[in-house]
């Protein structure tokens, strides 16, 4: 098995995700998000476990910051400009990825999709490569599709949380489903592969820290949150609430 260690704390995490630029576009990074300074800066004074980034970004921001702060190198994207069943391909290679600094890779792939088998074989081949060089790789595991009635029911939930398994994925992270019960069986369907609540768009505080509570709960390892954190007004405090439910 992999190790974790340089992505976790006490076998815990807490990820700032932040490839929401080619995801979403720019409106997404509303307020001083749009500046990956500003992200990066969030990440190290939170003592997040690692930062998520695009390559083009960790190319030109990430360097400073390279021993403050552990970086999980998105490996593939796609924009939201295309319509259709969705695919995301490889961007960035593993080598490329460890020449930038990173401590581990991730991948989305998105289940249900007609071209799920496309996603699958270049994850497979990233997660040889990975593994070859000793670092860990996550699975952005999101079904998507016409052939998706619901994204996240509990069944499919579950299921992409196995497929990771299945798969090779050392994280996976995975949409809430809406109950600690549900998380609970996602998490035993994802066996010795770990969870982390992928966060969703902005809701309430309350809200929020109410999910992350559930899915510590459930047995999830933590969280890999973007935009209920750096949408915040206050990021930094949203991030030690987070904290103080991850970690204890
Ligand atoms: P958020 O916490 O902001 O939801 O970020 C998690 C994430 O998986 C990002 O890594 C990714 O850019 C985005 O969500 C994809 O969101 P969606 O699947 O809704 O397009």
């Not at 190790?3 to 720019?26: R, V, W």
């Not at 960790?58 to 994207?77: C, F, Q, R, V, W």
């Not at 490889?90 to 496309?118: F, M, P, R």
């Not at 040889?128 to 994204?151: C, F, Q, T």
Request: with cysteine; glycine share 10%; net charge neutral.
């Amino acid at each position: 098995m992999v190790d974790l260690s340089k992505i976790t704390t006490k076998g815990k995490a807490m990820y700032l995700a932040y490839d929401h630029g080619i995801e979403h576009g720019p409106l997404d990074l509303t307020g001083k998000s749009i500046d990956p300074d500003y992200i990066l800066k969030i990440a190290v004074d939170g003592e997040y476990n690692a930062i998520v980034l695009q390559k083009g970004v960790a190319e030109k921001y990430y360097s400073p910051y390279k021993n403050k702060i552990p970086l999980i190198l998105k490996l593939n994207g796609k924009t939201k400009l295309v319509g259709g069943e969705p695919l995301s391909t490889q961007i960035c290679s593993v080598k490329e990825a460890i020449g930038l600094g990173a401590k581990a890779v991730g991948y989305t792939v998105y289940l249900g999709s007609e071209y799920e088998s496309e996603m699958l074989k270049e994850f497979g081949k990233i997660e040889e490569e990975a593994h070859s060089a000793g670092l860990p790789v996550i699975g952005w595991m999101y079904p998507r599709g016409k052939n998706i009635a619901d994204d996240a029911s509990p069944e499919i939930t579950a299921y992409a949380a196995r497929i990771g398994l299945e798969i090779g994925a050392d994280i996976v992270k995975i949409k809430y489903c809406g109950s600690a019960e549900c998380f609970q069986k996602a998490v035993e369907a994802a066996g010795k592969t770990k969870v982390v609540l992928s966060g969703g768009t902005k809701v309430d505080e309350e809200k929020f820290l109410e999910v992350v509570k559930n899915v510590m709960i459930s047995g999830a390892i933590g969280v890999a949150v973007g935009r209920n954190v750096w949408q915040d007004k206050d990021p930094l405090k949203i991030t030690e609430k987070i904290r103080n439910i991850v970690f204890f």
